[in-house]
């Protein structure tokens, strides 16, 4: 064993559905992995579309697909209907057809501020609390009262929060992430990326999740090499668009 936790990067994006759905059933399948304590997670941005508006101007998503994204109206209710049937089948609510699509820029920042300055697990409070304000909520992410809400529930102080919003605080880490992940090659999300050896892309089944895992701790314990191996589920690509 080289280190002495196994490391595991996620890029993801707020508004992508299929992140949130990975995230639940990433954090399902930990729950039964004998192992878990030894897993170490670090979520790493990327922004479907970077040239959505901020400060809460954004815009309803079914306009953002059908306009922006060119999609007919037939395929984002196909999607939606699709996204809806994962979300049940996950034990979570969506509202994507009120949903309103913005700017993810600020609340990556905010993400990077709470792994920051944040107890254990406050960055992953606010992926899961933005997540729901998006999906369940119908609310616009990119708002600066909603992100000071977010954080402070997640034990952040309001006055740091602030005072980044106001700054350009983690802009030059959320570039270098996206960077990092077409580097990598790789163009979708959500990317789970064990060790640098096993990637799950997409949200795919808690079973996958959990089979992933064990063979990298098997891998891990032995330290055997492999080879990158991709597991592909339903995800959601650079040109905003999600899979049906």
Same mark, same amino acid.
Not at 22 to 33: D, I, P, R, T, V
Not at 213 to 229: G, Q
């Given at each position: 064993?080289?280190?002495?936790? #196994?490391?595991?990067?996620?890029?993801?994006?707020?508004?992508?559905?299929?992140?949130?759905?990975?995230?639940?059933?990433?954090?399902?399948?930990?729950?039964?992995?004998?192992?878990?304590?030894?897993?170490?997670?670090?979520?790493?941005?990327?922004?479907?579309?970077?040239?959505?508006?901020?400060?809460?101007?954004?815009?309803?998503?079914?306009?953002?697909?059908?306009?922006?994204?060119? *999609?007919?109206?037939?395929?984002?209710?196909? *999607?939606?209907?699709?996204?809806?049937?994962?979300?049940?089948?996950?034990?979570?609510?969506?509202?994507?057809?009120?949903?309103?699509?913005?700017?993810?820029?600020?609340?990556?920042?905010?993400?990077?501020?709470?792994?920051?300055?944040?107890?254990?697990?406050?960055?992953?409070?606010? &992926?899961?609390?933005?997540?729901?304000?998006?999906?369940?909520?119908?609310?616009?992410?990119?708002?600066?009262?909603?992100?000071?809400?977010?954080?402070?529930?997640?034990?952040?102080?309001?006055?740091?929060?602030?005072?980044?919003?106001?700054?350009?605080?983690?802009?030059?880490?959320?570039?270098?992430? &996206?960077?990092?992940?077409?580097?990598?090659?790789?163009?979708?999300?959500?990317?789970?990326?064990?060790?640098?050896?096993?990637?799950?892309?997409?949200?795919?089944?808690?079973?996958?999740?959990?089979?992933? *895992?064990?063979?990298?701790?098997?891998?891990?314990?032995?330290?055997?090499?492999?080879?990158?191996?991709?597991?592909?589920?339903?995800?959601?690509? #650079?040109?905003?668009?999600?899979?049906?």
């Amino acid at each position: 064993m080289s280190t002495n936790k #196994i490391k595991v990067e996620v890029w993801s994006d707020i508004m992508c559905p299929y992140c949130y759905i990975g995230k639940n059933h990433y954090e399902k399948a930990l729950s039964q992995f004998e192992h878990a304590d030894l897993l170490e997670i670090e979520w790493k941005a990327f922004q479907l579309n970077p040239n959505l508006p901020d400060k809460g101007n954004g815009y309803p998503v079914t306009e953002y697909l059908t306009n922006t994204a060119g *999609m007919s109206e037939d395929r984002v209710n196909r *999607m939606f209907e699709n996204v809806k049937k994962l979300a049940d089948d996950a034990g979570l609510k969506f509202n994507l057809n009120n949903s309103i699509a913005a700017n993810s820029r600020d609340a990556h920042r905010l993400i990077k501020l709470a792994k920051q300055k944040g107890a254990p697990g406050a960055d992953s409070k606010v &992926i899961g609390d933005l997540g729901k304000a998006y999906f369940e909520d119908a609310k616009d992410y990119s708002d600066w009262d909603l992100l000071v809400s977010i954080g402070k529930d997640a034990g952040l102080l309001e006055s740091d929060i602030i005072n980044m919003l106001n700054s350009d605080d983690f802009i030059y880490e959320i570039t270098q992430d &996206i960077q990092e992940a077409h580097n990598l090659g790789f163009d979708t999300v959500p990317t789970f990326l064990f060790e640098r050896t096993q990637a799950i892309v997409g949200s795919e089944p808690v079973d996958l999740f959990l089979k992933v *895992m064990n063979k990298v701790y098997n891998n891990w314990i032995t330290s055997t090499e492999n080879k990158l191996e991709v597991e592909k589920g339903k995800s959601c690509s #650079i040109d905003g668009t999600c899979e049906i």
